[in-house]
């Protein structure tokens, strides 16, 4: 199975901060790398498919970057609604897995 | 708007099956466009991606979970299914069922989870 790993595990920000959380995966997935949020008893909402597309009706703060191991998510003039947990999940290879969250939490 | 909605039994006892329905509303799954599939999140924990059901019935299992599961449609109810069996403490989670949604872009297809159910939550226990 194909690891990832997210960094950091947890943050703390300010409402207006710009933020950036780093997924890396343990081998090559090209671009096949897919950004979730989750609020606490909610179900995970894409964000981002493909590393860098932004998926129908998410906010334009939010934009995605990387290729190959080294991915970044990175939130622009963070808002209120945007404090929850991030994941990162791959879809280059079965079985497809997930990051182990970045919590965004409000300083 | 399609909307998908998982219901079960919240508590199962060791080493019996567990067995969970996603009901499909708002969107056909026989219309033979998407793969269904499950995802659970153990507390505190990471989520986890279980398998994958297509309308004709094609089938993709998590090989740590391929000897105890199985995934299946029912076309008529709109409504795809899941059956672990010998669940142990380790089972207990969030289970939710999605749509698994490709996009087509510049030679690449991307593969991702666009509509979730709400989940549910499983506990193994006696």
């Known amino acids: 199975d194909i690891q990832m790993t997210q960094s950091p595990s947890s943050l703390s920000a300010s409402i207006g901060d710009r933020v950036t959380i780093t997924c890396r995966a343990n081998q090559s997935i090209s671009n096949y790398l897919n950004w979730y949020q989750q609020n606490p008893g909610k179900p995970p909402k894409v964000l981002m498919f493909g590393a860098s597309n932004l998926q129908s009706g998410v906010p334009s703060r939010f934009s995605g970057s990387g290729s190959g191991t080294d991915f970044t998510l990175t939130i622009n003039s963070l808002q209120p609604e945007d404090f929850a947990t991030y994941y990162c999940?791959?879809?280059?290879?079965?079985?497809?897995?997930f990051g182990q969250g970045t919590k965004v939490e409000i300083k | 708007q399609l909307q998908l909605q998982e219901s079960g039994p919240g508590l199962v006892k060791p080493s019996e099956t567990l067995s969970l329905t996603c009901s499909v509303s708002?969107?056909?799954?026989?219309?033979?466009?998407?793969?269904w599939g499950w995802i659970r999140q153990p507390p505190g924990k990471r989520l986890e991606f279980i398998g994958t059901?297509?309308?004709?019935?094609?089938?993709y299992y998590t090989p740590s979970l391929e000897t105890r599961l199985t995934i299946s449609v029912d076309t008529s109810k709109n409504e795809f299914s899941l059956n672990l069996s010998s669940v142990t403490a380790a089972d207990t989670a969030v289970y939710f069922c999605a749509r698994l949604y490709s996009d087509s872009r510049n030679f690449y297809s991307y593969y991702y989870m666009d509509v979730w159910g709400k989940g549910t939550t499983v506990t193994v226990s006696s």
């Open positions: 999940q791959q879809s280059y290879n079965t079985p497809w897995t």
């Open positions: 708002g969107g056909s799954i026989g219309d033979n466009s998407y793969y």
């Open positions: 059901v297509f309308s004709s019935g094609n089938t």
